[in-house]
């Protein structure tokens, strides 16, 4: 008999987010635009750069799509991949999931303000460095959280706006660039004699490509999630290869300068080189508008995975309270708000390598929980389900698993020990909170008993 899962996690009666603000929500939750691809050109040379946006998505990006599609209409809940872990392994483990993720999308998000500033100092030059650097952090996270307060569905058609209005600028550069460009530009292995940096290389690659499971957390929040999230998916996997893709081919085609000049920014000299200051400022403006799509579809997601594990009782049940006024759950916005002023003023390579770190490990157990929910639950219903046998699949997930191995194995000492501290946090606060629920100092969910009661075999 086929086992149905009800939506265990609690949603609102308020709008729902449709097709297109979540296709560009999870643009932003990857992506938000080619700026932060040039690290790589640096590191690897026009070549290889230009292989990995092309091959990178199908060995990685459309897996994860994949198993996100899958998993979440099939628990189409707040929590997303929380839920996925703690029905494949239990409590402990989705609990560590929810850790895991947690502190590297607040990583990630750290970075968005970061970049933001080192665009910004190319127009006012008062941001490069000091106080009011600092103070801009600060407000930008500020005033970015609070966007994300007046609620998801504001959230979700602001990201459509920003999305437009930040990916033309990198549009109009590519048009006007096409009869500058010299096709052999794009064979080049980089300049004699200079190092390649796969640290570097690898950390530019993942950072840009991941992400895609954060808005499963969002489930809960979707209209019609079954058949919104896989279209919705796709679209926005097409929507990101193309955003890198075009201003990459365009940009290397046209612009012959010095490797080590491709750092993070490096679009907007580009853009003055192929057609002068205007085109500069109008990429730096649009990249400072992405900086806000992505800081707030992550912090969306983020937050909103804080509400599930509250609904599952593996946090106190404040965690899930929402506002009067905009019906948005304050307390993780608060929480994220205050964890990402700190984490923005770390070096921003340490913040990236970090959220890929975390990352990477949770990764590796949604992909087992992926397959050995396909063993444990073959009758569960799932209204997308990815075309293969679990055969195939063990396969199709070994390939991004052995990237994400990679990864990990050429983290720098200072990430080790971050993610090592913040793994510990993270099974101390297991135990924490069934502490917590012994001796009954806060207030829990109980939807986790019964989750587990419908999952059993019918």
Known sequence: MIQELPISTTTTTSKKLTHIPLIFL?????????????????????????LGFLIFPFIWSIPEALVTAELSTAFPGNGGFVIWAHQAFGPFWGSLMGTWKFFSVVANIAAFPVMCMDYLDKLFSV?????PRKLALVGFTLMCSFLNFTGLVIVGYTAVVVGVISLFPFILMSLIAIPKIHPHRWV???????????????????????????????????????KTFPQALFSAVILTCFAYLIPLFATIGVVSVDQSEWEAGFFANAAAIV?????????????????????????????????????????????????????????????ATVITVGASFMDFADIVASANFLYSLGMLLEFASFLWLRRKLPALRRPYRVPMRLSGLIIACLIPSGFLILMMAIATKIVFLLCGMVTVFGIGMYFLMKLCKKKKWFKF?????????????M
């Not at 932003?28 to 690897?44: D, H, N, Q, T």
């Open 275 to 335: 057609s002068g200051e205007w085109l500069q400022v109008s990429i730096e403006i649009g990249v400072v508008l992405s900086s806000i799509g992505l800081f707030e579809a992550q912090l969306s997601s983020c937050v909103y995975q804080l509400v599930g594990m509250a609904d599952l009782g593996f946090l106190p049940r404040f965690f899930a309270v929402r506002s009067k006024w905009f019906d948005t759950p304050w307390v993780g916005i608060l929480l």
């Open 26 to 50: 999870i643009y932003f939750e990857v992506a938000g635009g080619p700026s932060g691809a040039e690290p790589a050109v640096k590191a690897a040379g026009p070549l290889l750069t230009i």
């Open 445 to 457: 969910s109980h939807d986790v008993q019964f989750y587990e009661q419908e999952l059993q075999p």
């Open 127 to 131: 941001f490069s460095s000091g106080l």
């Open 188 to 226: 080049g292995l980089g300049q004699k004699g200079v190092k390649r940096y796969w640290n570097l290389y690898f950390n530019t690659l993942f950072w840009n490509l991941n992400f895609w499971d954060n808005v499963s957390t969002l489930a809960g929040e979707v209209e019609n999630p079954n």
